[in-house]
């Protein structure tokens, strides 16, 4: 099972990747089009990193202790109490899954 460092290295990998491989086109000499659109890519590639990282870090994640059930909750600027009601339906089969 991936760990949430090497989730984290390939992320940052890859927009590196990104920025690196923008940073090249631009200098082979492609045009100003092709190289912006690049750009935008690579900037999106980017920003979905970094939002990835921070629901990773500043998210909360609770996933149900049911085997073979796959509901996560993903929880990122919600208030304590909301926290605690949406832990206790994901913690809490009966209340999201299918076959009780
Ligand atoms: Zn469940």
């Not at 045009?31 to 990835?52: E, R, Y």
């Amino acid at each position: 099972m991936a760990s949430r460092t090497s989730n984290t290295l390939t992320l940052i990998a890859t927009a590196a990747a990104s920025a690196i491989l923008t940073l090249q086109v631009w200098q082979s000499g492609a045009t100003a089009f092709t190289t912006s659109v690049v750009a935008v890519l690579a900037g999106t590639n980017i920003a979905w990193t970094a939002d990835t990282l921070r629901r990773a870090y500043t998210g909360h994640t609770v996933t149900c202790p049911r085997a073979g059930c796959t509901v996560q909750i993903s929880m990122t600027g919600t208030t304590p109490d909301e926290q605690t009601r949406l832990t206790a339906i994901a913690f809490d089969h009966s209340r999201h899954g299918e076959n009780h």
